[in-house]
């Protein structure tokens, strides 16, 4: 089944603590993003991948890493999250290009205390 | 810029009609509409990508207007499956980045 998975997908920490919330998609989509979702400020992109060993920012990526190692796996990074980095994540991944459908994973819930 | 979104919601009765409205204040290369049930994921509708398309399937269909500075998704005959949160979303300038709009929640009461 073609499908974007995450893992975890809820997560309690506290602040500083490093984490990585891991993305992985089956389609051979060369490009993929990482959002975040917050009330009121609707889903905004932290980071986006062309293809491997290729991201740049997004609108929101203060306090957050990303690496493209390999096609299937796009890991978001939080050296030293804060609770204002409380939200729920999402990460997609489309054929090529921003342009096309993106297809989401389930999301991860993360409370930072 | 964010596109802004009209209105920011409403609430309608079953076999009502709705029309979601998308707004940028510079033209668009593309626009794309993404329904999100409250917890899940964004789930994609369609796209469009020329000044002047209109596109459907079912009940659900969206146009794209010559300046490509707006778009509407138009909801007719609407079901109880129909509520969620509708977005729009589009690449700014031809880039790779991707920006939603600020999102319209509509309910549909039986």
């Known amino acids: 089944e073609a499908q974007v998975t995450q893992n975890p997908r809820y997560l309690i920490t506290v602040t500083g603590k490093k984490l990585t919330v891991t993305c992985s998609q089956n389609m051979n989509h060369e490009y993929m993003s990482w959002y975040r979702q917050d009330p009121g400020l609707g889903l905004r992109q932290i980071y986006y991948?062309?293809?491997?060993?290729?991201?740049d920012k997004g609108d929101v990526p203060e306090g957050y890493k990303v690496s493209r190692k390999e096609k299937r796996n796009f890991p978001l990074i939080l050296e030293s999250p804060s609770p204002n980095q409380t939200s729920l994540y999402f990460c997609a991944s489309s054929p090529r290009t921003s342009r096309e459908t993106q297809y989401f994973g389930p999301g991860t819930r993360l409370l930072v205390l | 810029q964010q596109p802004v979104q009209s209105p920011q919601a409403v609430i309608l009765r079953e076999g009502e009609d709705a029309v979601i409205n998308c707004s940028s204040s510079k033209a668009l290369y593309s626009v794309h509409w993404y329904r999100q049930k409250h917890g899940e994921a964004p789930v994609f509708l369609m796209i469009l990508l020329k000044g002047g398309e209109q596109k459907g399937h079912d009940k659900i269909s969206a146009s794209f207007n010559e300046k490509k500075q707006q778009s509407s998704l138009y909801l007719t005959a609407s079901q109880l499956s129909y509520s969620g949160t509708y977005f729009c979303g589009t690449d700014p300038s031809g880039t790779y980045k991707y920006i939603f709009g600020t999102g319209t929640r509509l309910k549909v009461l039986a």
């Open positions: 991948s062309m293809n491997v060993e290729v991201t």
